[in-house]
């Protein structure tokens, strides 16, 4: 029977040698992971149920530095109690001091390999799929009971196949194809679905710029994103791991529900409106529309080629008169890398404030929540009501380029009208 990625990676977990779609299986899970707020529910949840020890100490991640420094004591609390509980568990996969983002340090880490099973309580756990892992998100509760046992029950989904071909245009990004994805899926259309993303264009893409794309598979309402491993995934992962791993990718003849086909080579610069991110247009439909703040990076393109990106606009400008940017590196490595560059540099010269690395304004929680009156670009993956603080905030999605553009313009324009 010709299989998908998704049925290939839950067959191996579930021990079975083929696996239909809409089957249920119990699999066992390669790699469990939790955050800051969603790894106390699961401990409480964890010993509530009588349990006492994780199934797999090596196997069980907690990235419980997100939000550092931590914006009151009850998050400063939850973070010291899951330190001391990653000790008495033997649990070294233990990030807590401001390591960064999940989603973004795990691979950088070499945790993430093709042909893994893994289960987040966090719904951006699809990122991992760029490296050609089965990564799916779950709550706080089904995350204990994967911390018991090591195994969790899947149906298993069929699958979405999205092909971008062609070459990608100055000043468009992984970004823009992601966004071209959601306007044509909208954010219910792939529900429970995995989505494989192919095609020659992310040939030319980086790992860390493919991240952008499977990061946002979960605004399709998608269970998952995942693209077969090529030579720069073994490169990638050559520099961070010496784990042995075996490919997944899907048979020639395997089944899709629908295959969607989007040409690189005519897409502009986009952005998505308020307040889905499916509301897609191209940039210069919403031209001149004023901005209050930017901010660049986190988990979805907080990443050292982000950052370059956004400094290529910056570099010799200034932040616009009644603007705040923010500038949030996904990870400290990546804000190493950026101090090594001169890329923080290029930022604070330009007006700009440079958060540590970790979630930042993304989810309203810190360090840039917005107002009833403001308008927003950002980089994030979501620009729902109330998603960085006020209900009534505007918040509208882009590339690094074109949020760096709006900085300096103080309006959404395109990025060339900046740079020329």
Known sequence: MPSTIAQKVLARAAGKKQVKVGEIVTARVDLAMANDLT?????????????????????????????????????????????K?????????????????????APELGLFRPGMLIMNADSHACTAGALGSFSIPVGSTDIAYVFA????????????RVRYTGKLRPYVTSKDLVLATLG??????????????????????????????????????AKTGVMEPDAATDAYLRARTSVPYEAVTSDPDAEFDQTLDIDANTLPPLVAKPFLPSNVVPAREVRGTKVTQVTIGTCTNGRLIDLEQAASVLRGHKVAPGVRLLITPATDIVYRQA?????????????????????GPCAGIHMGVLTASDVCVATHNRNFRGRMGHRDAQIYLASPYVAAAA??????????EVLQ
């Open 39 to 83: 790894a106390p529910l699961a401990f409480k949840q964890f010993h509530a149920a009588g349990a006492s020890k994780v199934f797999d100490p090596a196997k069980v991640c907690i990235m419980a530095g997100r939000h550092m420094p931590f914006r009151d004591a009850q998050i400063a609390t939850a973070v010291e109690g899951l330190r």
């Open 85 to 105: 509980l990653c000790a008495e568990q033997g649990i070294r996969h233990f990030y807590g001091n401001g390591e960064g983002m999940d989603h973004a340090l």
């Open 149 to 160: 046992f090591g195994e969790s029950w899947f149906l298993v989904p069929s699958s979405i």
């Open 184 to 221: 044509k899926i909208g954010v219910d259309g792939a529900r429970y679905k995995s989505i494989e993303f192919c095609g020659d264009t992310l040939t030319q893409l980086t790992p860390d710029e493919r991240f952008t794309i499977t990061n946002m598979a979960i605004e399709m309402g």
């Open 339 to 359: 101090l090594k560059a001169g890329l923080l540099e290029v930022f604070v010269d330009a007006g700009a404030v440079v958060n540590p690395p970790g979630c």
């Open 407 to 416: 900085a300096v313009a103080g309006a959404i324009v395109d990025p060339q």
